[in-house]
């Protein structure tokens, strides 16, 4: 039984071993980014909901302006009732984050 020459496994070993590192750092980066870019949209969407709470009862289109932006879409749930905070009562908001077709 013959084996390959040592510098051939040798190359072979290193490029095996720098591959997976490679591979590993590229999982730790996206894993790492998804965890940030998800606790940036979710303190974002606590911002526009106190803003919501702290704006109080109004023309549901204006308020629907007013709370959209950075990427977040407001949608009006129901009629305005005043003094309703149960999240999906009527006239409560809710944002969703905007997402394209070509994603």
């Known amino acids: 039984m013959t084996t390959g020459s040592l510098r051939r496994r ?3 070993a290193t490029l095996a ?3 997976a590192s490679v591979l590993g750092l590229d999982v ?3 894993v790492s980014l998804q965890h ?3 606790a940036g ?3 974002r969407l606590r911002d526009r909901a106190a803003l919501a709470t702290g704006l109080g009862p ?3 289109e204006r308020r629907r302006e007013e ?4 990427g977040i879409e407001a949608r009006i749930v129901g009629a305005a009732v005043p ?6 009562s009527p006239g409560t908001c809710s944002a969703s984050p905007r997402t394209s077709a070509a994603a």
């Open 10 to 12: 040798m190359t072979v």
């Open 58 to 60: 109004g023309r549901p």
């Open 28 to 30: 730790a980066i996206a």
């Open 36 to 38: 940030h870019l998800d």
């Open 41 to 43: 949209l979710r303190q």
């Open 17 to 19: 071993i720098v591959a």
């Open 83 to 88: 003094g309703s905070a149960v999240p999906g």
């Open 67 to 70: 709370l959209s932006g950075d």
